[in-house]
């Protein structure tokens, strides 16, 4: 074996001259042909045999050793357990999506087999048996570039982020308990952590560190020290198996020791090594394309800096040097086009007198016009604000003014999915920077590369960046190239181009452009030849769609689609690089004849049934529900389907419940209605006894057509669930669905679901929406099936539930306007005195800006708590009214007994001593107040006494707040 070895070493120098690509291949089928088997013991064989299958974890996001990427397992040490594997015999099976937390609690509850790169600590070797180490990767600190932090010690007193269950949080929290600890999903929420300030520095492996530093373009980040906490084996990578598996150790163990030097380097070269430049292998079309044409036009941008710029009248930056590149491996010829404003080179893309955009965002409405390369590049993109107003989040500017470059994607992102938003359409980056700094927008949206490099070089020093911009599709981070919709060819030609740039090229530019960054690799799906040619073949995919079923889809008033399915459709057409246009219907039952005389590809959500499977193919499921039934409001709750014996129930015409109600209980009398909407209106006026629908539909009508004679009166005992349905005469579409939704992580999904059903809440009214009533009714039906509690204690809590505030647990605005009628005419008769306090927080806006909207709250919930028991008597009142808007109505026998009684409120909220540096009347939080108090015969009605409160409050502020006016 020795002397083979040294003759495959030899051939490898002679074999150098050879290009990178056939030694790479020499290399891969030296792994393949040359992995010698280990020698195992009966019981070792014995155990191979019993379990066919290992499972082992595999990461989301831990570059370049364990990763998930295109529907593939990829890194060091995939590669690594492949190899021993293969030695052993062992078939493996890797398990993706949980994070690293929940990884460690499935090797405790025996549901995984084998963690495949882990420290050693002695809380976890409680539970798993150990390898020997096979990598060593030294542990780092990182941090901004501005502040260094070079040893473990010189983080004491401050924020660390890490991941969530990494070995680092078991030693710090043991060892080093004078640092505070973040703990986040993984190691690059980590590093956003620092960059966007919820973190003085992150904890992380060096070479991981490195990879995402270069992947995510994180310019404001560096390493700053090795982080050593005691032993010399945290930094070392391991496996690890359960406890009860010592036989699989054993193997895993012989396998590890097995691995040569020469396996580990080619593995090693792979990963984590240089590599030779690749070129381009072009077709005959290809090559007879760039022929006739000698010259490609590509954007040159006038100032968008470290990427794409002018500089001494020349084009200059990262994404200008990444086409050069690419243009020399294809052997393409580039002309710079430079002058025009971002709008105007889309516009010239789109009449044909410019042919490539070198950085460009993929959105819907640009694809309709351009096709996408890979991305080449992943920049977060930011919230840039004045230093003293910082907005952390997108909903944290609703009602701000944005500035932003005219044309660039955010601008249609913004316009189409956060209206509450007022944009600043300028003409560049700088621009809109500046728009802030002179007070004409309060914060701006960018790139964080190119914030931070325009921010230094324009000496801009009064402007921070203050939040991540996270605003949906985690796409609309990526840089791609785009050509014009003529021009597949050259797309294709470029795309080769950037997938034949190595590790190596990358750091180059990185290096000199963005300070150690590297590239992202493309996000679209793998797809074989026969699905390739399938899209190919099809200019797009059409679908047709429920157009009036929200939150999960309708078509609007200007023929567009709306919803959960519009997002999940979105990102599966990015995902196949394919636009998927809408065949208009006007209702379910126009849709499933649509699709049965094909003249739509797709349906996005439907729920599969037999008699459906004739012509129609399915995804697995991707959203499952509960399935309701909706009832007039003096109904007796409903159990399960068995209750609904003889009693008419309307299900919308064509849906599957029908069926799936039909058979669980064929005696339940159904009737067609045509949407939700005429179904819960039957039921509104005894039409219908009930009607079933999924829960977020009829939350969505109820809550929006105010129909509050309604309830959710039960949960039946089966669940929906929705795939997308494809013809059936074309199955290779089916697996291309499958495969894009593959691709999507379950959390993803989930908050696209939640984002659609919150957007609902926020359009509602003053009181607690509904739809929260309705998610707590259906957990007081889970405690009745379970305790058999009284229907009457139900609707006793329902009853409290709606009345009161969700934040503050205080009465809120509905029933401030129910009850203080019915207090006023209690009055009239007893000839007694109304009282009636509001209350206003001071400067409370200037709180939010200082302090951020989630310390907000907080001190909302502790004004409450201050108000709540301040009160003496059960008929003493108090409500949030609205915003940061308190009121009281309490008994008192004289006028001036409520002035007192309204002064002990106040300094019961002072004495809190809540901080608030942006208040111009105290270092503290304080309020102002408006008091009435009048005979209850003198009042017409409630109005009058609120206006009147309402009038002096202003007052008050008027005069210097702190104060009460009466």
Not at 522 to 545: A, G, R
Not at 637 to 664: C, P
Request: glycine share 4%.
């Amino acid at each position: 074996m020795y002397n083979v070895l040294k003759l495959f070493l030899f051939l490898i120098s002679i074999l150098s001259m050879l290009n990178a690509e056939k030694l790479t291949t020499l290399e891969k089928e030296y792994l393949e042909n040359n992995t010698y088997t280990i020698t195992l013991t009966k019981k070792e064989k014995d155990f191979i045999k019993s379990n066919p299958t290992i499972k082992v974890h595999n990461e989301l996001k831990w570059p370049p050793f364990n990763y998930f990427e295109n529907g593939e397992s990829l890194g060091y040490s995939i590669d690594f357990m492949n190899l021993i594997a293969k030695k052993a015999g062992l078939k493996v099976e890797y398990i993706t999506g949980p994070t690293w937390d929940d990884f460690l609690k499935m090797m405790q509850d025996g549901s995984l087999d084998v963690m495949l790169n882990i420290v050693k600590t002695p809380q976890r070797q409680k539970y798993l048996l150990y390898t020997p180490p096979y990598a060593d990767n030294p542990n780092a600190i990182i941090s901004k570039k501005e502040k260094i932090y070079n040893s473990i010690e010189s983080l004491y007193g401050k924020t660390v982020a890490l991941p969530k269950g990494f070995f680092q949080e078991e030693i710090l929290r043991t060892n080093y308990p004078q640092i505070k600890l973040l703990p986040v999903k993984n190691l690059l929420e980590s590093m956003k952590a620092v960059t966007f300030g919820k973190a003085d520095a992150a904890l992380g492996e060096l070479v991981v560190i490195n990879y995402l530093l270069s992947e995510h373009m994180m310019t404001d980040l560096t390493v700053s020290g090795e982080a050593m906490m005691g032993d010399p084996e945290f930094s070392l990578l391991n496996i690890a198996t359960r406890k009860d598996l010592p036989i699989l150790q054993s193997i895993l163990s012989k396998g590890v020791e097995s691995v040569t030097i020469e396996e580990k380097r080619i593995l090693q070269k792979k990963w984590l090594g240089k590599s030779k430049p690749k070129y381009v292998q072009l077709t005959a079309k290809e090559k007879e394309f760039i022929k006739n044409n000698p010259i490609i036009k590509v954007h040159n941008e006038l100032n968008w800096p470290p990427y794409n710029y002018v500089k001494n009248g020349k084009p200059k930056g990262y994404s200008i040097d990444f086409m050069n590149l690419v243009a020399k491996k294809t052997g393409l010829n580039v002309e710079y086009v430079t002058g025009p404003t971002w709008n105007e080179f889309l516009e010239m893309m789109k009449n044909g007198s410019l042919d490539v955009m070198l950085n460009i965002v993929k959105t819907p409405q640009r694809q309709k016009y351009l096709l996408y390369t890979p991305s080449y590049g992943d920049n977060p993109n930011a919230i840039i604000s004045k230093k003293n107003t910082p907005y952390k989040t997108i909903e944290s500017l609703f009602g701000k003014t944005i500035a932003l470059p005219k044309g660039f994607f955010y601008e249609e992102v913004l316009k189409s999915k956060y209206p509450e938003i007022n944009l600043l359409p300028l003409k560049n980056t700088l621009e809109a920077m500046k728009a802030v700094t002179f007070g004409k927008a309060d914060a701006a949206v960018g790139e964080l590369a190119v914030f931070n490099h325009l921010s230094k070089e324009h000496m801009i020093d009064n402007l921070f960046v203050s939040g991540e911009a996270k605003i949906g599709d985690p796409e609309y981070s990526l840089l791609n190239m785009a050509t014009r919709k003529d021009l597949p060819i050259l797309q294709s030609i470029l795309t080769k181009g950037i997938k034949s740039l190595t590790l190596s090229e990358k750091k180059q530019l990185q290096q000199k452009w963005l300070g150690d960054i590297s590239i992202n690799t493309s996000n679209e799906i793998k797809l074989s030849e026969d699905e390739i040619k399938y899209l190919s073949s099809k200019s797009n995919i059409t679908m047709c769609v429920d157009p009036n079923w929200m939150p999960f889809e309708r078509i609007d008033k200007d023929g567009n689609y709306k919803g959960i399915g519009s997002t999940i459709v979105e990102i599966i057409s990015k995902k196949i690089n394919k636009p998927i246009d809408l065949v208009a219907t006007t209702s379910w039952s126009e849709t499933l004849n649509s699709f049965k005389n094909k003249k739509c590809d797709i349906i996005p959500i439907v729920t599969q049934i037999n008699n459906r499977t004739k012509i129609m193919n399915f995804t697995k499921p991707y959203i499952k529900n509960s399935l309701v039934v909706a009832t007039r409001s003096e109904q007796f709750f409903i159990r399960d389907s068995f209750d609904l014996n003889d009693k008419k129930i309307g299900i919308v015409k064509g849906y599957a419940y029908t069926d799936l109600l039909k058979e669980k209980n064929p005696d339940v009398k159904i009737i067609s209605v045509e949407n939700t909407k005429d179904g819960l209106k039957k039921v509104e006026s005894g039409e219908l006894f009930g009607f079933v629908d999924a829960l977020p539909p009829i939350a969505y009508v109820i809550q929006k057509n105010g129909m509050i004679d309604l309830k959710i009166a039960g949960r039946l005992e089966f669940d929906v669930e929705f795939s997308i349905a494809s013809q059936k005469n074309q199955p290779l579409l089916n697996s291309i669905m499958q495969k894009a939704l593959n691709d999507i992580e379950k959390e993803q999904i989930d908050s696209i679901v939640g984002k659609w059903i919150s957007i609902k809440v926020e359009e509602s009214i003053n009181y607690k929406t509904l739809i929260y009533i309705i998610v707590v009714f259906l957990i007081i039906i889970a405690l009745i099936l379970y305790r058999h509690i009284s229907v009457k204690k139900l609707n006793k809590e329902l009853e409290k539930i709606s009345i009161t505030d969700a934040l503050t647990d205080i009465y809120n605005r509905r029933y401030f306007n129910e009850i203080c009628p019915k207090l006023i005419n209690s009055a009239k008769r007893k000839n007694t005195l109304i009282t009636f306090l509001i209350i206003d927080i001071d400067y409370f806006k200037e709180y939010n800006d200082t302090y951020g909207h989630q310390s907000g709250d907080e001190t909302l919930v502790k004004v409450a708590k201050a108000i709540k028991e301040s009160l003496n008597r059960a008929d003493d009142y108090c409500f949030r009214i609205g915003g940061e808007e308190f009121g009281v109505i309490f008994k008192a026998e004289t006028k001036e007994e409520a002035v007192v009684f309204s002064n002990k409120i106040k300094e019961n909220i002072e004495n809190q001593k809540i901080e608030h540096s942006s208040s111009k009347v105290s270092p503290y939080l304080t309020v102002s107040m408006g008091l009435i108090c009048k005979n209850a015969n003198d009042i017409d009605n409630f109005y009058e006494v609120y206006k009147q409160g309402d009038d002096l409050l202003y007052r008050a502020k008027e005069l210097g707040r702190n104060r009460i006016c009466t």
